[in-house]
């Protein structure tokens, strides 16, 4: 997979924006007054969710897609698993996500080396938790391709799964806090969302890993846990519809 | 007296398909014939038969709603790979940002080739389709009819018993019909067993040991060239298929 993307197009369609974006982090840094390296390392965590996501959807869903519009998957099919197939996808992907992650951690820390003087290495930890956080967006676009959704429509769900996983916790605070707010059937209702609906924000120490803020390592072992069993409940889930479709 | 049972065997396949407005499509009823060793069997009928159904049922990507599929006489579960079954889909494309060679290697990786051992098998069925001297050549630079040779190097990869080919000759031009039929031919005389579908009557009539007329999901005949044409009092192929798609239909 990995020498099929060196080819494409559109690999190095990202590699170019996440050159702009580079460039355009620096930009915003002369902007500040006093603090270059923060505006660098802000626009480079958003920069690494961007391309993470151009990833999972461009590269790992879509080239899922055209192999069931070339018909290709049906030879691959003849000579392995399905469940095998899905696993194949999955890792292709996270290797690519990975490789962008690294090739973004190592800009960032190149720009605000170069241009404020200071090294944060806690940018390549930020960029682990961003490969776990989109490997699990990942693992759910699969299983939407596994339901028989069209591209289009998988690619908006995951889009959708990625803003609503970033909010489950805070709908679920809105409910605690205001207390009064909605009926019993909506609080239930938020509550199924946020099990069923991965919750992103198990993953979200990447701004305090760049600013050097302590992280308890308590919460980073849940989010581990969370990370390994959600993702294995997804990918078995996937398989299994899979095996039982006609395709 | 020959007791070893044929190469693929369906028993009374039928698969419904729902269509829009919860309609039931039948695509297959009560399918059943046997592919003996080292037979081609090539199945005709005009767009919408069931052809495809058929092959999907076979190769396993689809669960039939009754009967069972028998290959060597072990009956086949529903999807799981046929690792001694060759397939080449209708209109397949293979991957156009891998070169020929790399092609036909991922594919003998897929089917647990070693790496050693993987090369030579890629020279050797490359040489057999003719494509040997495009072996490092970029997919997406070939034409459609040397795609389908790619297509076709890439089900003979461990060196499959049966091969199953799904419209072999779509959307090729007639001396790459020419040569894909030569290429079949040649195959039976290696020992190979063959089924395929298609809708070109020459071809069939061409290369095939059995002819089966499938029309609306159902199987109206399936013998030796000169027993169809015996059968329907028909001179020659085309007479005989068009009495049965019109028997079919009336």
């Known amino acids: 997979m990995l020498q099929e993307s060196f080819r494409s197009k559109l690999f190095w369609g990202i590699v170019l924006f ?62 392995i698993p399905r469940a095998a197939y899905l696993m194949g996808k999955f890792s292709g992907t996270v290797v690519i996500q990975a490789l962008f992650a690294v090739l973004t951690a190592a800009g960032i820390f190149f720009l605000t080396w170069y241009f404020a003087g200071e090294v944060h290495y806690g940018i390549f930890a930020a960029a682990f938790w961003a490969i776990l956080e989109f490997s699990l967006l990942m693992a759910v676009g699969i299983f939407f391709y596994c339901l028989g959704t069209s591209f289009p429509l998988n690619a908006m769900l995951v889009l959708a799964t990625y ?7 805070e709908a679920m605070l809105s ?9 019993q059937i909506h609080y239930y209702f ?18 305090a890993l760049i600013h050097s803020e302590p992280i308890a390592p308590g919460e980073i072992l849940i989010s581990m846990g969370y990370w390994a069993c959600y993702l294995a409940a997804v990918l078995i889930l996937s398989s299994v519809i899979l095996k039982q479709k006609d395709i | 007296m020959n007791t070893r049972p044929p190469v693929v065997e369906l028993k009374h396949l039928g698969k419904t398909y729902k269509g829009k407005k919860k309609n039931v499509v039948t695509a297959l009823k009560d399918l059943s014939f046997t592919v003996k060793q080292g037979e081609i069997v090539g199945l005709l009928g005009p767009n ?40 080449l889909p209708e209109s397949f494309k293979p991957n156009p940002h891998l070169t020929v060679r790399e092609y036909i290697l991922f594919h003998c990786g897929l089917s647990g080739i070693p790496k050693r051992l993987a090369k030579k098998e890629t020279d050797t069925l490359l040489g057999h389709v003719g494509m ?67 809708h070109i009557l020459s071809e069939v009539e061409r290369v095939c040991d059995r002819i089966g007329i499938l029309v ?3 199987l109206r005949l399936l013998d030796t060239r000169d027993v169809l044409l015996e059968k329907t009092d028909s001179k020659d192929l085309d007479e005989a298929f068009k009495k049965e798609v019109l028997c079919a239909q009336s």
């Open chain 2, 48 to 87: 919408g038969a069931g052809k495809t159904t058929a092959i999907k049922l076979i190769m396993g990507f689809a669960v039939p709603d009754k009967g069972e599929i028998l290959f060597h006489g072990q009956r086949q579960k529903f999807a799981e790979p046929r690792p001694n079954t060759g397939y």
């Open chain 2, 216 to 218: 609306k999901g159902e």
């Open chain 1, 190 to 207: 938020v509550k199924v969302l946020c099990v069923v609906i991965p919750d992103f924000d198990f993953f979200n120490f990447r701004l």
């Open chain 1, 163 to 169: 803003v609503v996983g970033h909010s489950t916790r």
């Open chain 2, 132 to 198: 040997d001297i495009f072996a490092g050549r970029k997919i997406s630079d070939l034409s459609k009819g040397m795609g389908q040779r790619v297509g076709l190097a890439q089900a003979f990869v461990g060196d499959p018993d049966l091969l199953i080919l799904d419209e072999p000759t779509s959307g090729l031009d007639p001396v790459g019909r020419s040569e894909m039929i030569d290429f079949l031919i040649a195959q039976k005389q290696a020992g190979k067993t063959i089924f395929f579908c298609s």
């Open chain 1, 18 to 79: 996440l050159m702009l974006f580079f460039v355009f982090s620096v930009y915003i840094s002369f902007l500040s007054l006093d603090t270059p390296a923060r505006f660098i390392l802000n626009a480079g965590m958003a920069g690494l969710s961007l391309v993470c996501l151009a990833v999972t959807i461009l590269f790992g869903l879509f080239s899922m897609y055209e192999e069931k519009a070339r018909f290709e998957r049906y030879v691959i099919l003849n000579r």
């Open chain 1, 175 to 183: 409910f605690v806090g205001l207390g009064q707010f909605g009926s």
